[in-house]
Nanobody, 126 residues
Framework: QVKLVESGGGWVQPGESLRLSCAAS????????MGWFRQAPGKEREFVAR????????YSADCVKGRFTVSRDYAKNTMYLQMNNLKPSDTTVYYC???????????????????WGQGTQVTVSS
């Protein structure tokens, strides 16, 4: 089992920044990759970014490229999402996930991930 706990969400004004954290515990050495998703009520879960755990190689969705950066602290088993220049359209619940099945970079569908956190709310408004 892997436990994932997101934190760092909150309310900010447009143009400001937030840094989300995802702390992983349990059988984390089996993680090939971790990812960030977001999902608004009644909407499909949307891919945000993915990072290969050992190599640190990243891939981000087009809508957040240049604004969001995914990273990880290997020793702390923690993944981060630095969100800059936030927009009202970024408002939603953000989830972290762990992939223990796929080793390659370009896996963006939620079904590719084995474990999920509970989510953290991000609200961007004036």
């Amino acid at each position: 089992q892997v436990k994932l706990v997101e934190s760092g969400g909150g309310w900010v004004q447009p143009g400001e920044s937030l840094r989300l954290s995802c702390a992983a515990s349990g059988r984390t050495l089996s993680n090939y990759a971790m990812g960030w998703f977001r999902q608004a009520p009644g909407k499909e879960r949307e891919f945000v970014a993915r990072i290969l755990w050992n190599d640190g190689i990243t891939y981000s969705a087009d809508c957040v490229k240049g604004r969001f950066t995914v990273s990880r602290d290997y020793a702390k088993n923690t993944m981060y999402l630095q969100m800059n220049n936030l927009k009202p359209s970024d408002t939603t619940v953000y989830y972290c996930a762990a992939d223990q099945t796929h080793k390659s970079l370009y896996y963006t569908h939620p079904s590719h991930y084995n474990y999920w956190g509970q989510g953290t709310q991000v609200t961007v408004s004036s």
